[in-house]
């Protein structure tokens, strides 16, 4: 995750049911807690889609979450900065998708 975030305050994440997190340091320590959980996670990403508009980018992708309690899918929102290296995550956002049960 380290090398994938911008290392500055204007990073911003949003897990699911999770309060918004700025700043790297902040972003790092979830990271952190939720790798560091016993839980088995799996993340099997579908239906990416990739935007690009100058030096920003966004990608709309699901994930989809195997763990030793089940399974859940999330919608997320990630946009980029290109920097003189390369591009850098600077938003997350993921939302639960509710399953519609018939």
Do not use: K, Y
């Amino acid at each position: 995750m380290s090398d994938v975030w911008e290392h500055s305050d204007r990073a911003v994440c949003t897990h699911p049911g999770w309060s918004s997190l700025r700043g790297w340091a902040a972003i790092v320590s979830s990271f952190a807690t939720l790798f560091h959980s016993p839980q088995s996670l799996q993340f099997l990403l579908t239906d990416a889609v990739v935007s690009v508009d100058g030096a920003t980018a966004w990608v709309n992708v699901d994930e989809n979450l195997l763990g030793d309690q089940g399974g859940t899918t999330v919608a997320a929102l990630n946009v980029f900065a290109r920097h003189g290296d390369g591009w850098l995550l600077v938003v997350h956002h993921g939302s639960p998708v509710h399953v519609r049960r018939p």
